[in-house]
Each structure stands twice: as C-alpha cells, then as structure tokens.
C-alpha cells in the first residue's frame, strides 16, 4: 500500500515510488466521496455536450487525443517505467498498440452504434423499425497498474466514441500516467471537463462505484471485482469486468517447439509475468516435451532481472513478492523441480524467471493467479487431457495453442474469452476483436464492435407508417382477425421441423 500522509486521522495524500529504486515519483491527493460525487456531477452536462457534438466531430477529436499521445510517448513512456517498473521499450510498445484501438474507435464507432433500420415482421409490417446505441452520460473507468495506458485505453476511448463522459480512477501505483491522458485530451477538448481523473486508494475506487455513474469498468484481480460488483449492486450501476486469469498454452506433438518456446518465454516473463493474460502453465504432448522443455529453459535462462540492461522490471506490488514466494514454495514442497529460477532468484522486489515441472494440478502455482515471472510446464498424454486440465481451472481470459494440424480443433474446445493460435495473444492485438473472459476472469468485453456495445445502450423506435389491416393491439380485435391470425401462425411455423 503507497505511503499516505495524514490531516486529523484522515489520509490526503499518497505517495508512488518507483519499484526498482524506492525513489518517490509523485505524490498526488486522495479523493474523498464529495470529491468523486463533484466530478461526476460536472461530467453529466459535459456528457451530454460531447454526445450532441455527433461521431464526426468526436471522432476529429479523438484523433487529436491521438496525436497528443504519439508525440508524447517518449515522455509517458518514462512515466509508465518510473511508476510501475517496466522497462521504457515495453512501455512504448504498450502505447503503440493502445493507439491502434483508439483509432478503431473513433473510425468505427458511428457504424456500430449509429442509428439503422430494421426489418419488421409479416405482422407488423405497418411499421418502420430502428436501432441505434445511446450513452449512458457518464462512465466511471477503475483501472489497472500493470498496462496503465493499454487497458484502461480499452474503456476510456470506446466510452468516449461512444459519446460519454469519462471519470477515470487509476491505479494507485500510476496515477500520473491517468493523469498525463487526461491532460493531453483536455489539448483537444478544453471546453468542458469530458474526460476526468480521480486520484486515491480503494475507497476512492468505492466512491465512484457508489456515485451517479451510469456505468462502471473495471480492470482488477477477481477479489477486487467481487468488492466492485458489490458496490455497484446498490444502485444496479451495470458494470463491465476483466478479471484476472490463469492462462495456459498448448503444444501439441506436431507443433513449432521454437515458435512455441518463445511464445512461452515473451507470454511467462515479459512485463515480469505482470499480465492478465501472460501464460502462468504449459501443457505439452509428451512426445516432445523433453525437447520442448529443453528449448524452454534455455531462451528462459537468457532473461534476467535487476539490472539496467534488463528485459523485465521489478514486481510493482511489493505485497506481490510473498504470494510469488508461496507458490513457488508450496510447489516444491509438493513435489515439485525447480527447472530455473526458485525462491534464490527473489532479492527485493526482483524475481529471476522461474520454471517449474511436475507442479501437482491442485497446487497454488496451478490454480491461483501468480502474476509473476513463473511458468509451469507439465506432460500430458495428448490433447484431450491437455484440453481437461486447461479447463479445469475457474479462471477463463485467454489461451494459446501451438498445433500445426489440430490448432482450431483444439482451440474450439477451449474455455476462454479468446484463444490465439500459433501465436502469443495476438487476439488482443486486434482492434476488430473483443477481449474479455468467461467464470473467474469476469464478463464483458473491451475493443471491437462488442466494446462499443458495451458503453451504450441499445434503443429501439418504431413509427406507424400506415393502420393495419389487421388491428392486433387493440379490444377492438375480432373474431375475424383472430382467425387470419390463427391462419397465418399455422402457415409461418406450423411446419418448423
């Protein structure tokens, strides 16, 4: 928990220190209830300002914030790397790929959510019918540390596109890069305060899921959405959840062993296994599984942490290192080897990737999510027991097979909100694709037609062109008419098979 200071008994500040170096990066104010009720107050008229502006001109704007960020992403790359650890070069290509959504969804959002006609029925062929998406007025944003730019960007520009206001509550190791985005927006949307933060610890978080919201997105650990879920209960805030995950790859006997030991490598360590979706197990056919493991170790053992030079950063959370340690620690004591790495490798806030084997299915290491630079690799007979074992677990975000014949075969059977295919989380990478999960790992999804779904509402409107010959709605329906009724329900559907 960041450092507060305190006037009176109540915290009002807190503090963010950088992860490697203990340094202090910031300090930025804990906002009460009053304080996150007034930014939601102030948002409802700028809502309903930026919602008349229509798609185009949201769009120009959007395209602005844009720009902003490019031009801008050597500075907020040093950002991200000061307050959550991860070296600048992942920090900038978290950035890249935040920008080729937001862009999605300035282009895309009028075709999605614009309004369309429909087709009526045979029955009620009198009327015209049509669709559009509609905001909710404001959105409230609770995101993460891990990706500060890339995940909450998933919320934060599709609610805009979708004509909403924004009131974004960071994590509290990142608030000045929430800080920074809203800053560049308010460049290219000075007029009313459309895009807000809020900075603070949980109970800031509460606040905005108690306000006067119309809806809530949340990125989190499953513990804290469970806390979210509830505060939003109390006014039925509907609410949007990525939750954490457990995400296994595959590799089948006929797979790319190179390919997919590198993808384990970059999905396992890269961001120091800080990830969602970063692969926590491995599941490989026992046909090459020596082979697969000996390729796994080797580009693993290359990769290190704690230096200057190093390819992964420091574990942001220090209250992270203990359940690192005891999943680890609770696997070798059950039997466990040690491939690379171990409880040696852990010195501060710095974890040495750590492959573990033979790791028993109900161990911590297995069934919790460890969100740290870990893997387990395990044999399996073939697919179908490897298929069982992914699915056994309660989390369900993503999943990766490598297979040169059988990938959709396999992937099909898969439960999870998204499988990649010879390819580490590439459906990610997708502005066109949605991203989100199923059971533990939440529900809801983010980019894609489906995000912008999610920050509308869907309004139906019909418009009597002309009296119908056959008056349904009305105490003035007889016999007759309920015979040509009748007549016709036996000719639409009476021969369905």
Request: net charge neutral; with cysteine.
């Amino acid at each position: 928990m960041p450092a507060t200071t305190t006037i009176n008994g109540s915290a009002t500040t807190f503090e963010v220190r950088d992860p490697a170096t203990g340094e202090v990066v910031g300090v930025y104010p804990i906002h009460t209830r009053a304080d996150v009720d007034a930014a939601v107050a102030a948002a409802r008229p700028a809502g309903t300002w930026w919602a008349a502006l229509g798609f185009a001109e949201r769009a120009r704007r959007l395209d602005g914030w844009r720009g902003e960020i490019a031009r801008g992403r050597a500075e907020l790359a040093e950002l991200i790397h000061r307050e959550m650890g991860k070296p600048v070069s992942d920090a900038k290509l978290e950035i890249a790929m935040a920008l080729e959504h937001l862009r999605w969804a300035a282009r895309n959002a009028e075709k999605v959510l614009g309004r369309r006609s429909v087709r009526p029925s045979l029955l009620t062929a009198n009327h015209a019918a049509a669709v559009e998406y509609l905001p909710y007025g404001v959105v409230g944003v609770i995101g993460p540390w891990n990706y500060p730019v890339f995940t909450p960007l998933g919320s934060v520009s599709f609610a805009l596109a979708a004509g909403n206001a924004v009131v974004f509550k960071p994590s509290e190791y990142t608030p000045g890069v929430g800080r920074w985005l809203a800053e560049a927006f308010a460049r290219v949307t000075p007029e009313l305060p459309v895009f807000q933060v809020v900075t603070g610890l949980g109970d800031t978080g509460n606040a905005l899921c108690r306000s006067a919201v119309g809806k809530i997105s949340f990125t989190g650990s499953t513990a804290t959405g469970k806390r979210v879920m509830a505060a939003c209960a109390e006014n039925l805030t509907p609410l949007l959840m990525e939750c954490g995950g457990k995400d296994a790859l595959i590799v089948d006997a006929d797979a790319d062993l190179a390919a997919a030991a590198d993808a384990a490598v970059w999905g396992g360590l890269s961001n120091a296994g800080q990830t969602c979706l970063a692969v926590e197990r491995v599941y490989v056919h026992t046909a090459v599984y020596d082979r697969f493991v000996a390729e796994l170790v080797a580009r693993a053992r290359a990769i290190d942490a704690g230096t200057p030079e190093s390819k992964i950063g420091p574990i942001t959370m220090p209250k992270q290192v203990a359940v690192i340690r005891r999943h680890i620690e609770d696997a070798v004591e059950r039997g466990a080897r040690t491939l690379l790495g171990g409880i040696d490798g852990i010195r501060g806030q710095f974890v040495q990737p750590t492959i573990l084997a033979e790791v028993p299915e109900d161990a911590a290491a297995i069934t919790e999510e460890t969100f740290g630079p870990t893997l387990t690799v395990t044999r399996v007979r073939d697919m179908d027991e490897a298929v069982e074992l992914v699915n056994a677990g309660a989390y369900g975000l993503g999943s990766t097979v490598f297979a040169r014949r059988d990938g959709a075969r396999i992937a099909e059977r898969l439960r999870a909100g998204g499988t990649s295919i010879n390819a580490f989380v590439a459906h990610a990478t997708i502005p066109t694709l949605p991203l989100g999960g199923v059971g533990g790992s939440g529900f809801g999804r983010v980019h894609g037609p489906d995000g912008l779904k999610e920050f509308a509402y869907a309004k139906s409107t019909t418009t009597q062109r002309f009296p119908s010959p056959l008056p349904l709605t009305t105490f003035r329906r007889g016999e007759r008419t309920d015979a040509v009724v009748d007549a016709l329900v036996a000719v639409l559907h009476g021969r369905a098979r």
